[in-house]
């Protein structure tokens, strides 16, 4: 038998003793989100040739957002739920770090005619895809 020399640490030892209760009931087991059900996968292109080096996103505002990195060759496959998305493909981060320069400025990243602007964002994006059970293919090609 435990016994307390006051009610503050009595209290203390009974709340958490409550605590760790009521976490082992929570089932543990169970998953956050939305299941993983679908697999997604093709090839980015513009003027007919792939997209490289830049990511898509397929993005819900109730389901989340999914994606992954183009190859050389535009293509690309990742896990999702099953929902409408918006796409949007947006370059990657540099590969070589960007420096300041001697009068104190930093470059800008090398413009990319590939990915138009109205990509690179879920707001101005128009392409959409309803991604079902299973395996899914979505082709994009990128038009300005």
Same mark, same amino acid.
């Given at each position: 038998?435990?016994? +307390?020399?006051?009610?503050?640490?009595?209290?203390?030892?009974?709340?958490?003793? +409550?605590?760790?209760?009521?976490?082992?009931?929570?089932?543990?087991?169970?998953?956050?989100?939305?299941?993983?059900?679908?697999?997604?996968?093709?090839?980015? *292109?513009?003027?007919?040739?792939?997209?490289?080096?830049?990511?898509?996103?397929?993005?819900?505002?109730?389901?989340?957002?999914?994606?992954?990195?183009?190859?050389?060759?535009?293509?690309?496959?990742?896990?999702?739920?099953?929902?409408?998305?918006?796409? *949007?493909?947006?370059?990657?981060?540099?590969?070589?770090?960007?420096?300041?320069?001697?009068?104190?400025?930093?470059?800008?990243?090398?413009?990319?005619?590939?990915?138009?602007?109205?990509?690179?964002?879920?707001?101005?994006?128009?392409?959409?895809?309803?991604?079902?059970?299973?395996?899914?293919?979505?082709?994009?090609?990128?038009?300005?």
């Amino acid at each position: 038998m435990i016994r +307390f020399t006051n009610s503050r640490t009595a209290a203390l030892a009974m709340t958490t003793i +409550f605590a760790f209760v009521l976490t082992g009931c929570s089932g543990g087991s169970e998953s956050v989100g939305p299941e993983i059900n679908a697999k997604v996968s093709g090839k980015v *292109t513009h003027a007919g040739q792939p997209v490289s080096s830049a990511i898509i996103s397929f993005q819900s505002d109730s389901l989340g957002t999914y994606g992954g990195p183009l190859g050389d060759d535009g293509s690309y496959s990742f896990d999702a739920t099953v929902g409408d998305f918006k796409v *949007t493909v947006s370059p990657s981060a540099p590969s070589t770090p960007m420096t300041m320069s001697d009068d104190g400025k930093i470059p800008e990243p090398p413009k990319r005619d590939d990915i138009p602007q109205k990509y690179r964002s879920a707001g101005s994006s128009d392409a959409t895809a309803t991604i079902t059970e299973g395996q899914n293919t979505f082709d994009l090609e990128l038009k300005k």
